[in-house]
């Protein structure tokens, strides 16, 4: 293995994070904005509390509001709307999350799609998806736009590049496959029941796995010298102990990529830098000001 052709997301998430305080800043001071993120937690899911902590931390630290809104697990539909439905009514709120998954009797759907889409800084509501769709301004989901702001900043201009989307969800697949549309890339989506998936994977210049099964894309399956992105993040046990593993076959691919990111330590840690960002464009958007990144 040689580092030379491994991404360091993490270090670029670090960098992303400076640059974003360096923009808050300058919105201070010369817009007198702040701009605010509120995440809604409903329940006691574990996992939903870490993230919600760390995505709390990182808004304090880029300089921004951040306020936490804790409901019970037992909590109604209606009582969700009801917090979503304030803080789309709270002009010092730019940027609303719920945070997924709520408990089986909330409808995920409603609740999401209920949030102000100007507010929307997951970029899960249908408004947003059909503006990404259709090449307007919308809110990005942040894992695809950590993924985009990664290969753009490796290879440059991305026209003309044939990239294959492994993975349909809302969440990654379909978004990541319509950023690269509009970078002018010819997209194809595969998935686990595409005809001969090694053949379509083995075309692309750049591969963005996102089907969520552990190293499913293997070494022989990767063009030499194309742009692995490593989407999926599967837990494991190998040899008696659990370990993180994405959704390639890392130590075969790495040998024939020209990039790569691994996992952990790849597109992990741009999903909460981008939320970030998404933040300050939807402040600056509300607020009919450049949006300075």
């Not at 580092?3 to 201070?28: P, Q, S, W, Y």
């Not at 697990?73 to 304030?86: D, F, I, N, P, Y």
């Not at 894992?143 to 440059?156: D, I, N, R, S, V």
Request: glycine share 10%.
């Amino acid at each position: 293995m040689t580092a030379t052709n491994i991404i360091d997301g993490k270090a670029f998430a670090e960098g992303l994070r400076k640059d974003i305080a360096g923009h808050v800043a300058r919105l201070k001071a010369e817009h007198r904005l702040v701009p605010g993120l509120s995440v809604v937690l409903v329940g006691d899911d574990p996992a939903s509390h870490v993230y919600v902590r760390n995505k709390g931390k990182a808004t304090l630290e880029a300089g921004m509001k951040s306020e936490e809104f804790r409901l019970p697990a037992s909590a109604t539909q209606a009582e969700v709307l009801a917090r979503v439905e304030a803080l789309n009514n709270d002009p010092t709120v730019h940027g609303i999350l719920v945070q997924l998954p709520l408990p089986k009797q909330v409808d995920s759907a409603a609740i999401i799609n209920a949030i102000d889409p100007d507010k929307d800084v997951d970029g899960f509501h249908v408004v947003n998806v059909g503006r990404l769709n259709t090449g307007q301004p919308s809110m990005v989901p942040c894992t695809p736009l950590g993924c985009l702001l990664m290969l753009k900043h490796h290879l440059g201009n991305l026209a003309g590049k044939r990239a294959v989307v492994v993975g349909r969800s809302n969440i990654v697949g379909k978004p990541m496959a319509a950023l690269l549309l509009g970078e002018s890339c010819t997209v194809t989506i595969a998935h686990s029941r595409t005809a001969d998936l090694p053949g379509e994977v083995r075309r692309a210049d750049i591969v963005i796995a996102a089907v969520g099964k552990a190293e499913m894309v293997r070494g022989d399956w990767i063009k030499p010298g194309a742009t692995v992105i490593d989407v999926g993040i599967n837990r494991i046990e190998r040899d008696g102990k659990a370990k993180l593993v994405g959704d390639v076959a890392f130590d075969e691919a790495v040998k024939v990529a020209g990039l790569i990111t691994p996992v952990p330590g790849g597109v992990g840690p741009m999903t909460i830098a981008c939320l970030l960002r998404n933040t300050v464009t939807a402040a600056c958007r509300i607020k009919g000001i450049p949006d300075p990144q």
